[in-house]
């Protein structure tokens, strides 16, 4: 269970007076809404543009480091999109609460599937019906592990909703009835699906087309071709007695992807078995 009194509003959220209590993030006021938000709005959106939409209780968590380096310029040019859906303005009461007790008792809260329901429905407005071209994830600890061809598959479609859970987590009939994909970063548990939602944002956006801006680096990293990759060095030449692999200076290009490829299936094979049995069976195939 989370450590957050249920019964305080967060910040942003409406006061008692009807104000709203916003907050600042960067060049953007962030208040309590049940419109998604739309961070770096300053920013074009171009036309078609890949959009993930968070609902969360912690809209301040984003863009977090998704708005630095090369994901952060290409959100800002309206490469991607990113929008929040603070679940807190959807609760219910004086207090808007968005969890209750578990049914047939048990320690912890879980989020309410009313409440649920009504932020996933204002998230979707506008988004294609069709689960391939439009998932609603949940990060979830039981999920399915989030590897680089599931980033591969989100990246392919049109865009994304993601339900950060708190708490105990969901009711049940929210995940079956809206057909929630459940994903995973790995077996450990987080008190919360923000910091995972943002990894699984990042390793989806970079595969956009011109985000990273060089097709070859995501060409040649770990798991593209199912192995991981290879060593990588640069200058100096020599570093602590250490010097760089003579093949990789010798300028000779057939020598060096050979030695590459040796290396990454050597590394392979000793560091994930598992891996390397899937590679090995493709090739039996082949």
Same mark, same amino acid.
């Given at each position: 269970?989370?450590?957050?009194?249920?019964?305080?509003?967060?910040?942003g959220? !409406?006061?008692k007076?009807?104000?709203?209590? +916003?907050?600042?993030?960067?060049? $953007?006021?962030?208040?309590?809404?049940?419109?998604?938000?739309?961070?770096?709005?300053h920013s074009?959106? #171009?036309?078609g543009?890949?959009?993930?939409?968070?609902?969360?209780?912690?809209?301040?968590?984003?863009? /977090?480091? @998704?708005? =630095?380096?090369?994901?952060?310029?290409?959100?800002?040019?309206?490469k991607?999109?990113? =929008?929040? *859906?603070?679940?807190?303005?959807? %609760?219910? %009461?004086?207090? &808007?609460?968005?969890?209750?007790?578990?049914?047939?008792g048990?320690?912890g809260m879980? $989020?309410?599937?009313?409440? #649920?329901?009504?932020?996933?429905?204002?998230?979707?407005?506008?988004?294609?019906?069709?689960?391939?071209?439009?998932?609603? @994830?949940?990060?979830?600890?039981?999920?399915?592990?989030?590897?680089? +061809?599931?980033?591969?598959?989100f990246?392919? !479609?049109?865009?994304?909703?993601?339900l950060? %859970?708190?708490?105990?987590?969901?009711? =049940?009939?929210v995940?079956?009835?809206?057909?929630?994909?459940?994903v995973?970063?790995g077996?450990f *548990?987080?008190?919360?699906?923000?910091?995972?939602?943002?990894?699984?944002?990042?390793?989806?956006?970079? #595969?956009?087309?011109?985000?990273?801006?060089?097709?070859?680096?995501?060409?040649? =990293?770990?798991f593209?071709? /199912? @192995?991981?990759?290879?060593?990588?060095?640069?200058?100096?030449?020599?570093?602590?007695g250490?010097?760089?692999?003579d093949? @990789?200076?010798?300028?000779?290009?057939?020598?060096?992807?050979?030695?590459?490829?040796?290396?990454?299936?050597?590394?392979?094979?000793? &560091? &994930? +078995?598992? #891996?390397?049995?899937?590679?090995?069976?493709?090739?039996?195939?082949?």
């Amino acid at each position: 269970m989370s450590d957050v009194n249920k019964n305080t509003p967060p910040e942003g959220s !409406a006061s008692k007076t009807g104000k709203s209590n +916003a907050k600042s993030h960067g060049r $953007l006021s962030i208040s309590a809404s049940v419109q998604p938000r739309e961070l770096m709005s300053h920013s074009p959106r #171009l036309a078609g543009a890949w959009t993930a939409k968070i609902i969360t209780l912690f809209p301040d968590a984003f863009p /977090g480091v @998704l708005g =630095e380096s090369l994901t952060g310029k290409a959100l800002k040019d309206g490469k991607w999109a990113l =929008e929040t *859906v603070d679940l807190r303005t959807f %609760g219910v %009461g004086k207090h &808007r609460n968005v969890d209750d007790t578990p049914a047939g008792g048990g320690a912890g809260m879980v $989020l309410r599937p009313d409440v #649920l329901g009504r932020a996933i429905e204002v998230a979707q407005s506008g988004a294609p019906l069709d689960r391939a071209q439009w998932p609603i @994830l949940y990060m979830s600890p039981r999920g399915k592990p989030l590897d680089q +061809a599931m980033a591969h598959r989100f990246s392919q !479609a049109r865009g994304m909703t993601v339900l950060c %859970g708190r708490f105990e987590g969901v009711d =049940e009939r929210v995940l079956e009835h809206y057909g929630i994909e459940e994903v995973s970063l790995g077996d450990f *548990v987080l008190t919360g699906g923000e910091i995972a939602a943002q990894a699984m944002l990042d390793a989806t956006v970079r #595969l956009i087309p011109e985000v990273l801006g060089n097709a070859e680096s995501i060409e040649d =990293e770990s798991f593209s071709h /199912g @192995l991981l990759e290879h060593p990588q060095y640069t200058r100096p030449a020599e570093w602590k007695g250490r010097k760089i692999p003579d093949v @990789l200076m010798s300028g000779h290009h057939g020598k060096i992807a050979e030695w590459r490829r040796e290396m990454s299936e050597e590394i392979t094979r000793t &560091r &994930r +078995a598992d #891996l390397w049995d899937a590679h090995q069976a493709r090739k039996d195939k082949k």
